[in-house]
């Protein structure tokens, strides 16, 4: 992981949150600043060595990084134990719901546009 | 508990340095049970984590805030960390560029049906408002998903916790999905993965086959944009 690196992730982080507050927009800042980060790529057209590296070690622990807002759960206890009827029927029906409507819409637009189910072009490079 | 031994706790609850050390063990706990456990989805190190650390809050008569103080230090990170989702999202976009507009499609359609159909069956079940705002980003990566429910008024560590619990059901029910529905397709059953359930659908993608780990990956980058930019969009409608 470079330094020169990490400073690039704060600086598109900062840009994201100045662009985020100065246009009032509803998205967050770190947000905004992935997706300059990801236009930025694209109209490079490469990944340098050293981004790719230390984007990957702070993605590694990525789950780590939302413990400790997590734990803030035990300040809304209370709504988990009032609701969970809602919660988990709308957790279920939800998660089951948006897999087989974007498996479907997948699999319709491939035969559709007729490009090959098995991978193909998709999957080289 | 002794004198001596409580002068010490009265300090050290005090400093950064227990809140920060407590979650690193806790969360290296989480990872052992469920590296131990052969990576079973219902066995999330994040939740274990989360339920050790409130545990011990409420024993020790904590509150969130001091242990926050110390923690506060790793959950600085989220925002480098979710700038840096840019670079896996850039490396499988350059995998599929010539059936991006496909994959967009079939994305945006995951992102709405899952934050309109938590929305719809948490009210129909007369789920508060408070509770509805944090669901609605529920399929999307925690890092994205708590800056979603700031912005938007729901409550982000509910969020994350709805984030974790969306993922280990994805996990668990996506297979199933996918096989009652006669799905064969690799790209579109990552894809589903991912946009359902986030980084934990795409782990377990990735233990099935290597495209729909590829496919699921996308769809996470991919579903986490969408639904920042277009969730204000459809809240602003319906509230």
Partial sequence: ???GFITWLLVFQLLGEVISKGLDLPLPGPVVGMALLFLGLVFRGELPDGLKDTAGGL??????????????????????KDEWQPISAALVVSTVLTIAVSALVMVGLSKLFGSDPKGGDMTDG | MDDGLYQIWVYLS????????VTLVAYQTGMWIYT???????LNPVLIAVVLLVGLLMVTGTEYRTYFDGAQFVHFMLGPATVALAVPLYQQFQKVRRS???????????????ALSAIGVAWALGASRETLLSLAPKSVTAPIAMGIAEATGGVPSLT???VILTGILGAVLGTWT??????????ARGLAMGTASHGIGTARALQVNEVAGAFASLAMGLNGLATAILLPLILGLIF
Wanted: overall charge positive; proline content about 4%; hydrophobic content about 60%.
């Fill in chain 2, 36 to 42: 131990r456990a052969g990576l079973h989805p219902l």
């Fill in chain 1, 1 to 3: 992981m470079t330094l």
């Fill in chain 1, 59 to 80: 993605l590694k622990h990525l789950s780590l990084l939302f413990v400790p807002a997590g734990v803030g759960v035990m300040m809304h206890l209370h709504l988990l």
């Fill in chain 2, 160 to 162: 994350a916790v709805l």
């Fill in chain 2, 14 to 21: 005090t400093t950064p340095l227990l809140g920060l050390t």
């Fill in chain 2, 178 to 187: 996918l096989n009652a529905l006669r799905i064969k397709d690799w790209r």
């Fill in chain 2, 100 to 114: 991006f507009a496909l994959i967009l499609v079939a994305v945006l359609s995951g992102s709405a049906t899952a």
